[in-house]
């Protein structure tokens, strides 16, 4: 693999399902994030990780988790969808210098029914 | 509070040349990107500006005044490929990133 993958390509959720979104990167990146895209709206950032081992809480962090055991792995979890969730969901990393620039993977189509 | 400001739609010609605006409010800077985003796809990096000036890069060109809390982002020699969004992002001072939610640009043959 090259860059950043994300599994599944889509998916319909009951309400109520837990539901976990992967994210791999094979760039050795430090940084890690789940940004959610809704119509209209800008990026919003739910979690981060700055590095294997550590995570954070971003503009919209409720109802989701995550877990960083790795440089590679950064799985977003809900533990109780709701139809508020349905969304893009999209994982980045950067690996820091001036710009530190985020590289996107290609998202993650979720309906919460 | 931070927000970023920039139309929602433009229109264009292919091989014309057009402008996108983008106004940013955050607390403390730390650089400007632009990114293109076609539909159904992820975000892609065009450009990065932290000191006034334009940076040019082929067809494309960015723009930055910090004192303005301004960017802008040059297109020039359009092509149909260049539908897309386009978003802009600042950073603040604690190197958070704030999204527009961008700007759709057609081109028209």
Redesign the interface.
């Known amino acids: 693999i090259a860059g950043i993958t994300q599994a599944p390509t889509s998916q319909i959720l009951a309400a109520g399902r837990r539901m976990t979104l992967r994210c791999t990167q094979d760039m050795r990146h430090n940084a890690m994030y789940w940004y959610r895209q809704d119509l209209g709206l800008g990026l919003r950032l739910i979690h981060y990780s700055n590095t294997a081992g550590t995570t954070g809480k971003g503009e919209v962090p409720d109802g989701y988790s995550v877990s960083r055991a790795n440089t590679d792995d950064f799985p977003l979890t809900l533990a109780s969808a709701v139809p508020s969730q349905t969304s893009v969901y999209f994982c980045a990393s950067s690996g820091g210098g001036d710009t530190d620039t985020q590289y996107f993977g290609p998202g993650t189509r979720l309906t919460v029914l | 509070g931070q927000n ?1 400001d920039q139309p929602t739609e433009m229109t264009a010609t292919e091989g014309a040349i057009v402008q996108i605006n983008c106004t940013y409010q955050t607390s403390g800077f730390n ?1 400007l ?1 632009w990114y293109q985003q076609h539909a159904g ?5 065009l450009s ?1 500006n ?1 000191l006034d000036g334009l940076e040019e890069k082929g067809r494309f060109s960015s723009f930055l005044s910090r004192s303005k809390g301004y960017s802008y982002l040059l297109l020039k020699e359009l092509q149909m490929k260049d539908s897309a969004s386009y ?1 802009c992002v600042a950073r603040d001072s604690n ?8 700007t759709k640009l057609i081109i028209k043959p």
Do not use: D, K, S
């Open positions: 970023i650089g990107f796809e992820a975000p892609t990096f990065y932290v978003l190197y958070q990133l704030i999204w527009g939610a961008g």
